[in-house]
């Protein structure tokens, strides 16, 4: 059992949340106004607390960033990042601009790095490890589909983190593609962009991606 602090109150934190709670561990959701999260705590039993986003930062010994991606860094500053050094960080968090879709077509405000490197050289003691970031957090937790176990795309530069993140992946009913190192995430969180388009377009949002292997 670890225990996991959750940087957020939307629908990612709350899907993470209570899966983690399902496969056995405590789980802490930290947020500026625990009142929205008062239905989520009672759904979800005793291992499930809410706090400010500085109670998770400390609480979890595993970490995950579920916040909008424009204010992530600002979130961790806030938080405290002493309590988030030499953790490892899920990073499920999608550099998404202000401006609407074009065509179905997200737009990012990152240019040649991704969100993850960004925020890796801003926290170097951190161990962040992409992931979660391209599939809806409808489908995040024992995702279902007859084609068999979706893939989940994740990368970061510590080993030790991936194999951590790999092991919830394995539980939450995910296929594990290891694309390396931070740099990855420049075409990791692209990701998110393609798997909106069906949605934006066609209303379409119950789509996982798989890599095929011959
Ligand atoms: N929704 C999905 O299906 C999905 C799928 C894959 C990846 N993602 C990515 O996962 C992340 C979380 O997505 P989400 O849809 O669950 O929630 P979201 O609406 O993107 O983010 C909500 C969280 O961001 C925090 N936040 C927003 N503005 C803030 C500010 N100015 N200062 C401090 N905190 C602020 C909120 O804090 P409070 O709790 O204090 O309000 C809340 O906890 C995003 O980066 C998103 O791109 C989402």
Redesign the pocket.
Known sequence: MVKVGV???????KALGSGLIKSGHEVMLG???VS?LADWKTNNGNSASVGS?EDAAKFGDLLIL????N??A??IE?AGPQHFNHKTVID???P?AKESPQDGVLKFFTKDESLIEILQARFPEVHFVKA???????QMYMPSFKEGKPSMFICGNNTAAKAQVNEILDKFGWEVEDMGKAIAGRAIEPL?MLWCIPGFLNNQWSHAFKLLKA
């Open positions: 940087l957020g109150s939307g629908a990612v934190a947020t500026r106004d929205k986003f579920a916040v909008q991606g204010i992530a600002e979130v806030a499920p968090t999608n998404i979660f970031n391209s599939v809806g957090s409808g998110c």
